[in-house]
């Protein structure tokens, strides 16, 4: 069963897959298509030509890159289907999924160590860089040049906030409810950040919450920019400057120049850190969540969820009511397979049959705007995770930059919207 | 067996981060650059946290686990979006960001201490002063002392392009720069670490008949040397790099010969050598004065202690002013920040480093096949700023995309920014100042990276009694004072 049995997740066009022609659902992810039409590799790996697929779900592992419509790198997880899409996998030999340059990766078992490589002599090390050159870059330089979108116009906000889950959704509340001019941007397709998720855990503010922000910032002047990632914050002219990309339509860059800054990113899909952890058919825990809930994906038959806690039993639960056998698995030592995932082992010998691995664990604070602007962060050696420093009320070292919900450390939702209501407050100015 | 991969966009494993740790790496920053890690279209979203886990484990302490430096831009963005920018809208003169911060230093047993005493000292542990103490050191004076303020590549040694060209316009550079040249294509067996030299070219163009001039009289200037620069037409230049949009030039210059480097590894490679000889080489350790007796120099004082010394080399790159101004020599250098960016990794579409004269633009194509390229800003004012501004991405992709329309899809992935140390003739500050045994080793605007090999080499000679070259007296600080006695260097690009 390779998506719910729901119309609207039917396949209603097709793409074109290195040649093979997938259904897929206009709109929805070229990753969510490949995975349904059972497609996990979709890449290989820079070094050694492991196999990959997409891992985060969420735009960020950049595992999932392929050649869409003659572009190099895109990302299959964030870039939309419609009929007739060619999408070709890239940096392989001939194709990804059968690449003979994956035997770089079978005659290193222990890496390659590329400082010391072919340094003992003058003309072997000179043809190892010129074959070597051979080898290196993913993708090819783009077909045609793209054209600049229009040139944009700084946009005053009284405040930006970063970020539409629990906790941005909280902040652009409290300051929509003050009369506050906010722009609430989101990387992502859809407003909610990991309630997308659909986990009912205890507290979780109902997914119903993002709507109700967004006509309360649009009725005190503000606006909600979905799918609009906030590509950096700059100083030029002497105060923060925010790029943002806004993929959606009308689409094209967009300046804004807000007085301060809410930061609620959130965080970022972490690698599951464990032996060919990499392999096609392990994802995210929260991607995955998402995906089986607004596109219907179901990668596989047997899942078994590498984590534990709350957030753990909630997917396995999803995954079990959309018909996958799940096993909850605390912990692994080596996925099994190669081009894609057929186990898990747990080191003493015991192993576990499936095809969908799913990482539960909790994602890394994403910190990188807040660091532009100077923001300390702090190492959290329990969590090992770097999160922004902020005090009670969002505020952190840098006037004008509150931080909030996940980025500041783990916590759950609820905690999250709670936070990110006090730092919308305190950002009222 | 598998590998367990913690940096998937750059396939770097546990393994390779425990033997980086292993090689004296204990700092994300240079544990990134060792490995390559965080280096990729992620730029360390998912994999700081995991590594900085494991140099936990394998011993660092929490207190000295920094994240690596955020750079813009958050996402890969395309030139091409980029070019949609105005930069007229953009004014010259911010700091950038990040807002600098001050190195922070592994914890106390990570380090090991100052020697009370050394022969000689250096200051700065970038490409001119690692590379003069392992000529140094080679020949025979081995009690030498490196000091630097952060970890190797924190300054302009590893912020730097990667050019090496003998294409100047005065015999001094060209001559430096052909031995530099040769020293790179030895350097990885003669130093046992890669640097990727890779002899693309050079390929220079001119967009109007005055440039066109400089191009003529230095290619007279480069076959009296027997290189073999050529001047090409727009249709010849085109066959050397063919997207190129030949309305941006009448003609060009090329020399088959030039090439680019993989910076980082020089000064691993340096350091490691001269390390092996005796040479002493100390990061994140500060200089905060210099002590004098008479006409001499006795002691370098740093925020960990001062060192008695027969002999200081000043080779702190866009510092070295400050550290001149420590011992009461003013110096006319003027740091001025030049900025940068690379892009994603694309198979090889470009072989030479590609410069269009008048205007600051260069771009070239890493061995890794990054698209890696800085524009120079006339309105950029002087200071030691190493922020990254919104208003280089606009000139950059705007100027680029120009000259070669097919850029517009490449996507850029990190920009930074280091300082050229720019004197008033475009060449170098050499030998003693102010004090007989306080020696000057900076001043290079921004090809000291390029020049360091053949320079180490001279100054070694020097110091260990081999004979000294003419250019020690033709650059020292006194040319300032009759003005006209140097020609002045005026091929700088970037």
Redesign the interface.
């Known amino acids: 069963m390779p998506r719910l049995p729901d119309p609207r997740f039917d396949a209603d066009c097709t793409i074109v897959f290195d040649g093979q022609e997938i259904p897929a659902r206009a709109g929805e992810p070229i990753a969510a298509a490949l995975l349904a039409a059972g497609r996990p590799l979709v890449a290989r790996?820079?070094?050694?030509h492991?196999p990959?697929g997409p891992?985060?779900l969420a735009?960020?592992?950049?595992?999932c890159?392929v050649r869409v419509d003659g572009?190099?790198?895109v990302r299959a997880c964030r870039t939309p289907c419609r009929g007739g899409l060619v999408v070709r996998t890239q940096h392989a030999l001939p194709t990804a999924t059968h690449d003979l340059l994956g035997v770089i990766?079978r005659v290193t078992?222990?890496?390659l160590?590329?400082?010391?490589?072919?340094?003992?002599?003058?003309p072997l090390?000179?043809a190892m860089?010129?074959f070597?050159?051979?080898l290196?870059?993913?993708?090819?330089?783009?077909d045609?040049?793209?054209?600049?979108?229009?040139?944009?116009?700084?946009e005053p906000f009284d405040v930006l906030v970063i970020g539409a889950g629990p906790a941005g959704l909280g902040a652009a509340e409290a300051l929509a409810e003050a009369g506050r001019r906010v722009l609430l941007a989101d990387?992502e397709p859809r407003a909610g950040g990991r309630l997308r998720c659909r986990y009912r855990l205890p507290g979780e503010p109902p997914p119903s919450l993002a709507g109700q922000v967004e006509a309360r910032v649009r009725s005190a002047g503000g606006e909600v920019a979905i799918d609009a990632?906030?590509?950096?914050?700059?100083?030029?002219?002497?105060s923060v400057?925010a790029?943002l990309?806004q993929r959606a339509e009308p689409g094209?860059?967009r300046?804004v120049r807000p007085a301060r800054v809410v930061l609620c990113a959130g965080g970022?899909?972490?690698?599951a850190?464990?032996?060919?952890?990499?392999r096609p058919g392990v994802f995210w825990g929260r991607g995955l969540a998402v995906a089986l809930a607004e596109h219907g994906t179901v990668p596989g038959r047997r899942a078994a969820v590498l984590g534990a806690g709350d957030e753990a039993s909630e997917l396995a639960a999803r995954l079990d009511e959309a018909g996958m056998v799940v096993t909850l698995v605390p912990a692994a030592r080596?996925?099994l397979g190669r081009g894609r995932v057929r186990g898990l082992a747990d080191g003493s010998g015991g192993e576990l049959g499936c095809d969908t691995v799913a990482v539960v664990q909790p994602p890394?604070p994403?910190?990188?705007?807040a660091?532009?602007?100077?923001a300390p962060?702090a190492?959290d050696?329990m969590a090992?995770?770097?999160a922004v420093t902020a005090d009670r009320h969002g505020r952190t070292a840098v006037p004008g930059l509150f931080a909030a919900g996940e980025v500041t450390g783990a916590m759950d939702a609820a905690q999250a919207a709670e936070a990110g209501r006090r730092a919308g407050e305190a950002a009222r100015g | 067996m598998g590998k367990t991969l913690l940096c998937a966009c750059e396939d770097v494993s546990l393994e390779e981060v425990r033997r980086a740790f292993a090689a004296g790496h204990r700092d994300l920053e240079s544990v990134k650059r060792y490995t390559g890690f965080g280096t990729g279209p992620c730029q360390g979203k998912s994999c700081l946290a995991l590594v900085a886990r494991e140099l936990l484990r394998l011993g660092a302490t929490p207190g000295e686990i920094a994240p690596f430096t955020s750079r813009p831009p958050g996402q890969p963005t395309p030139l091409a979006a980029l070019a949609a920018l105005d930069p007229a809208t953009l004014p010259a003169g911010h700091q950038g960001v990040p807002p600098e911060a001050p190195p922070r230093r592994p914890g106390p047993g990570a380090l090991p201490p100052l020697p009370e005493r050394a022969d000689v000292v250096i200051i700065g542990g970038g490409i001119l002063g690692l590379s003069l103490a392992y000529e140094l050191a080679r020949r025979g004076r081995r009690d030498v002392l490196v000091l630097d303020q952060a970890y190797l590549n924190a300054g302009a040694s590893g912020r730097n392009g990667g050019g090496v060209r003998a294409q100047w316009s005065t015999s001094d550079m060209v001559t430096l720069a052909l031995r530099s040249l040769a020293l790179c294509r030895r350097f990885a067996v003669d130093l046992g670490i890669n640097v990727w030299f890779r002899p693309g070219g050079y390929l220079f163009l001119a967009p109007d008949g005055a440039q066109v001039a400089r191009l003529e009289r230095n290619a007279e200037l480069h076959a009296r040397h027997g290189m073999r620069t050529r001047l090409l037409s727009p249709e010849q230049a085109l066959e050397v790099v063919p997207h190129l949009d030949p309305s941006r030039f009448v003609a060009a210059s090329w020399n088959p010969d030039d090439g680019v480097v993989f910076p980082w590894p020089f000064l691993w490679g340096y350091a490691t050598q001269a390390e092996a000889m005796g040479v002493k080489v100390r990061t994140f350790s500060r200089v905060t004065g210099l002590r004098r007796s008479g006409d001499r120099l006795t002691h370098v004082e740093t925020d960990r202690g001062a060192v008695a010394c027969q002999l200081v080399v000043n080779a702190a790159g866009a510092w070295s002013k400050q550290v001149a101004a420590l011992a009461g020599v003013a110096t006319p250098n003027r740091p001025t920040r030049h900025e940068i960016l690379v892009g994603e990794p694309l198979e090889p579409f470009l072989d030479p480093l590609v410069s269009l004269l008048g205007t600051g633009l260069y771009f070239s194509q890493s061995q890794r096949g990054e698209l890696v390229g800085g524009m120079g800003d006339p309105d950029e004012p002087e200071g030691i700023v190493l922020g990254s501004s919104l208003r280089f991405l606009a000139r950059f992709a705007r100027a680029s995309t120009r000259l070669m329309p097919r850029l517009g899809g490449v996507k850029v992935v990190r920009q930074w920014a280091g300082c050229y140390d720019v004197t008033p003739d475009n060449n170098p500050i050499l030998g003693p100042a102010g004090y007989a045994n306080f020696h000057q080793l900076h001043g290079f605007v921004g090809h000291g990276f390029m020049m360091a090999p053949a320079m180490a080499e001279l100054y070694a000679d020097w110091l260990t009694g081999r004979g000294k070259h003419e250019l020690f007296d033709r650059f020292s600080l006194a040319r300032f004072a009759r003005p006209g006695a140097a020609v002045g260097e005026d091929f700088i690009i970037g």
């Open positions: 790996s820079a070094k050694y492991r990959r891992f985060c735009g960020s592992c950049h595992s890159l572009q190099p790198n990766d078992p222990g890496g160590d590329h400082h010391h490589l072919g340094t003992s002599s003058v090390n000179r860089v010129a070597s050159r051979r290196t870059g993913i993708g090819k330089l783009p045609d040049p793209l054209l600049p979108p229009a040139t944009p116009r700084e990387s990632p906030v590509l950096g914050l700059w100083l030029d002219g002497g400057l790029l990309h094209g860059l300046l970022t899909a972490v690698p850190g464990i032996e060919d952890g990499d080596r996925v890394a994403a910190t990188e705007l660091r532009l602007l100077g962060v190492f050696a090992a995770a770097f």
